[in-house]
């Protein structure tokens, strides 16, 4: 068995695995907390109140955040719709999602990439709060697997995209 074939089958395990976990009703109303947490709303709000905050003198910074989040989106959008993955319910039969996804595609999470741009970010310019928002960003990548919505490999496709955006947005500051 190829390299390629035993991660799509380790993808597949842990999104099984995931789903039976949804059997607990209280994990499954924190996991569509978290899922909607990572939405936007949040980002945005964290990304207007950093931009505002007095503690940074880098000249023409708010702009760079906005063109940071617009350079993430743009990637995130052409790989989205360049692979065109399907979510797990449309590429597995016999698996079933709890929400309902925004779009048909799943690869790679937006969610997670926003979540870790925003941490990006913080661990940069805010490493005090990198104890709130890493672990807030592991969950919303963890609640969309949880949820159905995505594969594993999505959210660390996700995690990669925001991550390296945010580093090399940084470079060019």
Not at 35 to 49: E, I, K, M, P, T
Not at 86 to 110: K, N, T, V, Y
Not at 161 to 166: A, D, E, H, Q, R
Request: charged share 15%; hydrophobic share 50%; aromatic share 14%.
């Amino acid at each position: 068995m190829s390299i390629t074939s035993q991660l799509v089958e380790l993808d597949v395990r842990l999104l099984y695995w995931s789903e039976l976990q949804r059997k607990r009703p209280s994990l499954l109303r924190i996991a569509k907390l978290i899922s909607r947490s990572g939405d936007g709303y949040l980002q945005c709000f964290a990304f207007v109140a950093f931009a505002l905050s007095p503690y940074h003198d880098i000249p023409y910074f708010e702009l760079w955040l906005i063109l940071t989040f617009g350079v993430e989106r743009s990637i995130y959008w052409v790989l989205k719709n360049s692979l065109k993955r399907r979510r797990p319910p449309a590429a597995l039969p016999s698996f079933g999602a709890e929400i309902i996804a925004s779009d048909q595609f799943s690869f790679p999470s937006g969610h997670t990439s926003a979540a870790f741009l925003l941490v990006t970010i913080l661990a940069l310019f805010s490493p005090a709060l990198l104890w709130v928002a890493l672990p807030w960003a592991f969950c919303v990548g963890a609640s969309r697997v949880l949820l159905g919505v995505h594969f594993p490999s999505d959210i660390l496709a996700g995690i990669v995209l925001g991550v390296t955006t945010g580093w090399m947005c940084y470079g060019v500051l």
